[in-house]
């Protein structure tokens, strides 16, 4: 061996060593906040909201990497509000089961568990967040319910940045089971959340205002949207998600306001919807509020037995009699769907509802292979203002 290799050998050796303290000790600087030792009981009966207060607390002014744990168990928690900022990365792992109250006088709260102004937080921990909304939803049902209220979101997230949530169970939400309001930079992995179908506006995942959000390789089953866009949601990627049942992937409802609501840039691929009611849906209000909703792409996704597999719908009124005086001012453009294959159980599996003041602009279909879930069922498209172009097969035959 010449000096040369030896000392690049030793440099190696060398790096190696250094990568090694270096990691052990990144990893000895996360800070461990156990629920139980700021006095949480698992007994599913206790209110631990304060102790989880405790520890959050001291965690988020820790000048370093912490970590909030729940262990396993059962632990009862009223609705709680963990803020920030933080001093540092904060991680809030849970192992076992949250529990929300049935208590009533805890449904006004907007969130159970709301997490707020925080950089760098990271939730997960293989844990399950039960909402106990069978013991409200009774409340929430506003098309037969005059007293109908807004019920607390199981988990919401207010201006947090650079956050993952990955490997949590949600279970039988009140209202939504996730909201994403004023974040940035947000990945969802490996979420489980179910809900009966017929359990009212338990929306999967809610996004409103918000930038950069991908949803990866979750199954949401739920009695609403599995993930809904609103309002200035921008940069959503949805992929591997499994939906159903529950009332399909959808971008609004928008142009209700006059607040500031495009959502562009969504992308959906490698779903599929199962017994769905509605698969990929872009709906908007017949109102005078002006809006963009540009930029999607749906691709290769799987629909088995699913009521409205494609639609945009401009006369979007789910409670009748709406008022429809003026058409739809959201200006709806650039939307391609590309390898969607699977059954419809309406004779529509592909409908375009446009407006009249602002037809659709540059829908793509290529590559529409469905059937109807009636072996004796035919298959029609409708298109009404949408203006684009089709490619490949088209079945049914496009009207674009
Ligand atoms: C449209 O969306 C794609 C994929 O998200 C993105 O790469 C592209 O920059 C977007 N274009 C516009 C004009 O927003
Ligand atoms: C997505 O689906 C398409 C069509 O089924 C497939 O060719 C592709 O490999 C899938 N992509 C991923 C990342 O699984």
New binding site residues.
Partial sequence: MDMGSIIYSLGRVFLLFFLLVWETEGRDQAKYFDVGKYGAVDDGKTDNSQAFLDAWKEACQWKGTARVVVPGGTFKLYPVIFSGPCNGPIAFLIKGTLSATTNPSTFSAHSWINFRYIDQLTVTGGGTLDGQGASAWHLNNCKTNPQCQALPISMSFDFITNARVEYIRSYDSKNAHFKIFGCHNMGFRKIKISAPADSPNTDGIKIGSSYRIRIARSTIATGDDCVAMVHGSRKIHISKVVCGPGHGISIGSLGGNDKEDDVVGVTV??CTFLGTDNGVRIKTWASPYTSKASNFTFQ?IFMDDVLNPITIDQEYCPNPPCNQQTSSNVQISDVTYK?IWGSSSSEVAVSFRCSKTCPCKNVLLDSIKMSHSNPRGRLRSFCKYAKGSSYGSQSPPSCL
């Fill in positions: 691929k490698n290769d390898n």
